[in-house]
């Protein structure tokens, strides 16, 4: 099992930028495939960017492509996500989240096993 535990968000404005950083707990924070989901008000949580254990193999939903960069720090146990050119529609509770899956398989719905309690990021227009 894994204790993850999110921070970086925030109050922006559109174009902005924001870092998020997930901080995981035990000696196996690499044996996972890391992933950021958000869940906006009304809306289903979803997963839109994710890892692989070894960090080499990401993958990312296509509303933030290009815009979200995820990596991953093993030897500190922490995940991050890069968010470039922020919209109206990136607010949401961004949650970090660690699974037996392939991180692929989270940016098509499968929920991942452990999650973090989520930090709040508001885009302002």
């Known amino acids: 099992q894994v204790q993850l535990v999110e921070s970086g968000g925030g109050l922006v404005q559109a174009g902005d930028s924001l870092r998020l950083s997930c901080a995981g707990s035990?000696?196996?924070?690499?044996?996972?495939?890391m992933a950021w989901c958000r869940q906006a008000p009304g809306k289903e949580r979803e997963c839109v960017a994710a890892?692989?254990?070894?960090?080499?193999?990401?993958y990312y939903a296509d509303s933030v492509k290009g815009r979200f960069t995820i990596s991953r720090d093993n030897a500190k146990n922490t995940v991050y996500l890069r968010m470039n050119s922020l919209k109206p529609e990136d607010t949401a509770v961004y949650y970090c989240?660690?699974?037996?899956?392939?991180?692929?398989?989270?940016?098509?719905?499968?929920?991942?096993?452990?999650w973090g309690q989520g930090t709040q990021v508001t885009v302002s227009s």
């Open positions: 989240a660690a699974g037996y899956s392939s991180g692929t398989y989270y940016i098509r719905g499968v929920k991942p096993d452990y």
């Open positions: 035990g000696r196996t924070f690499s044996s996972y495939d």
């Open positions: 890892i692989s254990r070894s960090g080499i193999s990401t």
